[in-house]
């Protein structure tokens, strides 16, 4: 699976984003796909995945009321909508797949290229 991050920017504390994953290579719809960031200094984390059939969300508990990860198949494209950021959400943020959720979490199989994402006070 080849994976293409994209959405990134810079954006005051309180502002929105919405990054993208286009993916190709692979029948889509069998991935679970997630995104991963990784601060300045700092290691990389987890942020949200979703299972395919986009049933399955799991995000980590900094982000949970303000990102949704989504997915459309028909694009084979995954999404992460960032709300109400926050400097503590610089990071390079990554997007990654698997077979699942759990499987994400781990330590993913397929990685893209990061995006910027830059949050102002």
């Known amino acids: 699976v080849q994976l293409q991050a994209s959405g990134g920017g810079a954006v005051q504390s309180g502002g929105s984003l919405r990054l993208s994953c286009a993916a190709s290579?692979?029948?889509?719809?069998?991935?679970?796909m997630g995104w991963f960031r990784q601060a300045p200094g700092k290691e990389r984390e987890f942020v949200a995945a979703?299972?395919?059939?986009?049933?399955?969300?799991v995000y980590t508990d900094s982000v949970k009321g303000r990102f949704t990860i989504s997915r459309d198949d028909a694009k084979n494209t995954e999404y992460l909508q960032m709300n109400s950021l926050e400097p503590e959400d610089t990071a390079v943020y990554y997007c990654?797949?698997?077979?699942?959720?759990?499987?994400?979490?781990?330590?993913?199989?397929?990685w893209g290229q990061g995006t910027l994402v830059t949050v102002s006070s």
């Open positions: 979703i299972g395919a059939g986009g049933l399955a969300r």
């Open positions: 990654a797949a698997d077979l699942s959720t759990a499987r994400i979490q781990r330590g993913p199989s397929y």
């Open positions: 290579g692979r029948t889509f719809s069998n991935y679970a």
